[in-house]
């Protein structure tokens, strides 16, 4: 069974930086797109930011030039890297990840909680 595994949210003031990451363990010989979405309480959860197998990326508008996506594809992980964050970042950050093979399926992490507030 496959799982994904976050780390690194937490409490960062304004212009502050973290790094997320999230890795994917169990039954995995390919993993296709991998990203990251952020949910806050009441509304839709959005994309944040995606990177295909390839190392291609996109963005939500509000992230650009500010978040870098990257994956590792020997070790399944991918990882954000947020600067300057604003208050309006606060969220719970889900990652995301598209299996191949052995199996086809959509997996999501548990969420990490991240808060940017002085």
């Known amino acids: 069974q496959v799982q994904l595994v976050e780390s690194g949210g937490g409490l960062v003031q304004p212009g502050g930086s973290l790094t997320l990451s999230c890795a994917a363990s169990g039954r995995i010989s390919r993993v296709n797109n991998m990203a990251w979405y952020r949910q806050v309480p009441g509304q839709q959860r959005e994309l944040v930011a995606i990177i295909a197998s390839s190392g291609s990326t996109s963005y939500e508008d509000s992230v650009k030039g500010r978040f870098t996506i990257s994956r590792d594809n020997a070790k399944n992980t991918v990882y954000l890297q947020m600067n300057a964050l604003k208050p309006e970042d606060t969220a719970i950050y889900y990652c995301?990840?598209?299996?191949?093979?052995?199996?086809?399926?959509?997996?999501w992490g548990q969420g990490t909680q991240v808060t940017v507030s002085s």
């Open positions: 995301f990840a598209h299996i191949l093979f052995p199996e086809t399926g959509m997996y």
